[in-house]
């Protein structure tokens, strides 16, 4: 079995070592599982691109998107897989700074250029790379609630 450990980084050596003598393989990269430590907020993100391996700043993220199982961070310069579902995001990323908007995005809000509201209580967000995400009804006044802050 291969777990990835998302601790702080005073912990994370500390329980590699317990998990690892436990007959667990820590893998950050290539791993079934991920251990997340409460209220932890990442730093980067490792996404893939063929045989590539990237490390991202949340920072330079202006969306997520989910297609079915897979979930791809999109930045100015890549669209990148990641091994993270969009709840386990959700948790992961800083509240001020990421929102999830649907079902399938969650966007990065300094990256978005501008807001358009639509009829039937919903929003078009323009991104930083131009492109239009959609946020759905089910987080309309979600959504609203923090334009109006």
Known sequence: MKVRLVVDDEKYNDLKAYFEHLGIEINQINFDYTLVEKNHKIKKIVGTKANEIFLIKPDDIIYFESY?????????????????????????????????????????????????PTINRKFILKMKNNYKVHVTRSYYYQFKEFIER
Request: proline share 0%.
């Open 68 to 116: 079915g199982n897979d979930v791809i961070c999109h930045t100015e310069e890549h669209e990148l897989d990641v091994k993270y579902k969009l709840y386990e995001l959700e948790n992961l990323l800083e509240e001020s700074e990421f929102m999830r908007v649907s079902n399938s995005f969650i966007v990065n809000l300094n990256q978005i250029t501008s807001i358009t």
